[in-house]
């Protein structure tokens, strides 16, 4: 599937991935491979990420390693739409 990051600032990460977890605002999710659309508010915490990406320079540093080798991004709130295997996150 296909993910998106953005912030106020920038697109942070586009990328083709495995899978997402995501901090929804009743508890963490995670959508993999044809998932059924969705569209959720995110509440604080780590978006976490599995797959093989390639992290630019410019960007890397806000992203940390986490268990398994999944990438974890900090948010501290925000909004998802999964449709189509593709995942938009929008980030606080």
Same mark, same amino acid.
């Given at each position: ?8 600032e ?5 990328a083709?991935v495995s899978?997402?977890?995501?901090? %929804?605002?009743? =508890? ?5 491979? $044809?998932?059924?659309?969705?569209v959720?508010?995110?509440? *604080?915490?780590? #978006? ?6 390639q ?9 940390t390693? %986490?268990?398994? =080798? ?5 948010? $501290? ?8 295997? *593709?995942?938009? #996150?929008?980030s606080?």
């Amino acid at each position: 599937m296909y993910l998106e990051i953005v912030t106020p600032e920038t697109v942070v990460l586009s990328a083709e991935v495995s899978t997402v977890t995501v901090p %929804g605002i009743n =508890g963490e999710f995670q959508m993999l491979d $044809n998932h059924a659309p969705v569209v959720s508010l995110l509440g *604080k915490g780590n #978006v976490k990420i599995a797959g093989t990406i390639q992290l630019d320079e410019k960007i890397a540093d806000l992203f940390t390693k %986490g268990e398994g =080798g999944q990438w974890l991004f900090p948010i $501290n709130g925000g909004v998802i739409e999964m449709k189509d295997n *593709k995942v938009i #996150v929008l980030s606080d």
